[in-house]
Every structure is written in structure tokens, then in C-alpha cells.
């Protein structure tokens, strides 16, 4: 008989001192006074998240108001709601690129 080998953890899960390290780095990056590093590029996909969360719910109260002055109304939010969220969030997403790119412009420039 063969003994079953121990199972392994999977790769993409994050381990306990993986996390406290993580946490370490985020405070050493909130707690630094100096700014020599920029905390934008480590924050940008939690902006993004937010932003993109009031969106939606800007987006269903837009369109949930609409039915509370008449139907004709309603259907017309109804319509524009997705399409404002659609066209905020890509002006949100090409606002956050452009603020990577000044970032990574400023990142490069300070190593010349």
C-alpha cells in the first residue's frame, strides 16, 4: 500500500505571511512621509472598484426615479441609465490610465 501524498496548497492562494506582508507594505506606503513612492499605482484598481460601484447605483436610482414621475419617464431612464454607465465607466477607466501615465512619466523622468 502506498501512502497518499499530502496535498499541496494551491499556487494563487495567499498565505498568511504573504498577507502580513502585503499589509506591511501598504502601511509602510500610507505611513511614509517622505514621498519618494507613489501610492496611486497600488490603490488605482480600488478607485476604479468604487468608482465603478456608485456608478451602478447612481445608474439604478436614475432609472428607478424615473418611474416615480411617469411611465413615459421611467421607460426613458430606464433607456439612458445603462447608457450613462456605460459611458462612465469608460471615461472612469481612460481617467485612471491617464493617471498611471502621468505617474509612470514622473517615475521615469525622476530617474534621469
Do not use: C
Amino acid at each position: 500500500m502506498s501512502q497518499p501524498e499530502p496535498s499541496q496548497p494551491a499556487p494563487s492562494t495567499p498565505s498568511w505571511t504573504d498577507l502580513r506582508a502585503m499589509l506591511r507594505a501598504l502601511m509602510d506606503l500610507l505611513l511614509d512621509f517622505s514621498f519618494k513612492r507613489f501610492v496611486t499605482p497600488h490603490l488605482i484598481r480600488l478607485l476604479y472598484a468604487l468608482s465603478l460601484g456608485a456608478a451602478v447605483l447612481a445608474a439604478l436610482a436614475w432609472m428607478f426615479s424615473g418611474f416615480s414621475q411617469n411611465s413615459l419617464y421611467g421607460l426613458f431612464t430606464l433607456v439612458t441609465g445603462p447608457v450613462a454607465f456605460l459611458l462612465y465607466a469608460i471615461s472612469a477607466r481612460v481617467m485612471m490610465e491617464v493617471i498611471l501615465a502621468i505617474i509612470e512619466i514622473a517615475e521615469r523622468a525622476r530617474k534621469m
